[in-house]
């Protein structure tokens, strides 16, 4: 992952510290960008969560790298995710053309790709999940987590941030 | 569960629109063929059960969802 921080950003841990155990307070229209004109299909939700079709994902003014990628539905489910931009191997991510149809896309290019964050518990060590990006196009608001081939991407990519 | 003996070339169809070819045993792993309509997606197991356990365990904390 890259390390890059613009003048007015301040990517640390810290604010994934904050995030994971909750002291990030998340409130609507405060330091978010939330539309709810921007609701994203995933007609067979994502794995785990297969009934689950309908997502927003709301940039984090404050740490522009960030994502919350929220479910809409009951149970509420969010997780942190982070844009591909970031990634610097983004030459390794080849979304299949069968993936891209299912969002209605002909093009990588035309698509919008986040790695789901999580946070180990044994060793505080963030990890990125390359493997299985979230790929949305943002045209027809579609969406959908691929599953991708390519043996040199982890599911657990150490987030090294600075 | 269902099992049937196939041989090198055979196919099974599961329903109207899959197909699964045996395409080859020769030494090693098997190699299967499937056919299926664009919206089936088709997954190793392994990998899909580890994709869940992983979105799972990436789950925020209650207090960070927006308040909608």
Redesign the interface.
Known sequence: MKTETSPSTTLDDTFLYRFHSGEYQMLNGNGTDLNLKNIINFKNGIPGFENLSKFIIVPLKEYPPFYVFQSLEDPPIAMLVISIKYFESQDEIAVDKIDLVQIEANHQNDTDIYFIIKMSNENNQFTANTKAPIVVNPEVLEGCQVILENQKLQIEHPLDLA | MLVLTRKSGEKIRIGKDIVVSIVSKVHGPLKLGIEAP??I?V?REE??Q???????????????????
């Open positions: 664009r919206e997606t997954y990998i899909y580890s994709i869940k356990n992983t979105n799972r365990h990436s789950i925020a904390k209650e207090s960070i969802y927006l308040k909608l």
